[in-house]
């Protein structure tokens, strides 16, 4: 059986509706039968599973490269750990815009993933820079926040406003909300998660930032 949907529902909203049903018909059919759910669903299920084949591989070459960059594992491990934040956004902008989780926001949140990390390789690069200039470490947090708040601001906000467009449509529009949502809230958080996370994982003691610089520790 063949059908298209005429509506603003999904594939797999369709399909877990009939479930009951299907199963119902599905339990009388003659040894030998069966039913398999076929089109749309059926290929984003075989999608999901490449990517996920994909994944241990996308996740070693991200940790290869911001090794490389940093040159820290534990700058590095920090990250990785700021990943998650575009997360926290996605679920509210696709629960406000009535768009489902399927496989195309599957692979947007991924993607936001990298963003996000890109976020947090700038702000704690800079303070690597402060550091190494001579910066007493709380100093170096806070300056380097405050100079690249516009840069990781702007940057995001060109991502925002270029994906307005493709929230009406029916393909790409949980990939726009997606990305939308979760750089919204991650690029807020950055600026407050990462500094913090930052200044507590190398156990930087506040200071007063007209005093004289102190001697800057060494990390590994």
Do not use: C
Request: aromatic letters at 6%.
């Amino acid at each position: 059986m063949r059908a298209d949907i005429y509506a603003d529902k999904q594939p797999p909203e369709v399909v877990a509706d009939l479930a009951p049903a299907i199963a119902g018909i599905e339990a009388e059919l003659p040894p030998g039968y069966r039913i398999e759910i076929g089109g749309t669903v059926e290929d984003s299920g075989k999608g999901q599973a490449s990517v996920m084949v994909g994944m241990p591989l996308f996740v070693l070459a991200v940790i290869t490269i911001l090794m490389f960059q940093l040159k820290s594992f534990s700058r590095t491990l920090m990250v990785v750990l700021t990943a998650p934040l575009g997360i926290i956004g996605v679920g509210p902008g696709l629960l406000a815009s009535g768009k489902p989780f399927g496989f195309v926001a599957m692979l947007s949140t991924i993607a936001l993933l990298g963003m996000v990390m890109r976020n947090s390789v700038i702000l704690v690069d800079q303070i690597r820079q402060d550091l190494e200039l001579g910066r007493a470490p709380f100093d170096a947090i806070v300056e380097a926040t405050v100079r690249r708040f516009r840069p990781i601001v702007l940057t995001a906000l060109a991502a925002v406003l270029a994906m307005i467009p493709l929230t009406d449509s029916v393909f790409f529009g949980p990939m726009a909300v997606s990305i939308m949502g979760g750089l919204i809230a991650a690029t807020g958080l950055t600026l407050i998660f990462v500094p913090a996370l930052y200044a507590a994982w190398f156990r930087v003691p506040r200071r007063d930032a007209t005093s004289a610089s102190a001697a800057v520790p060494a990390q590994p």
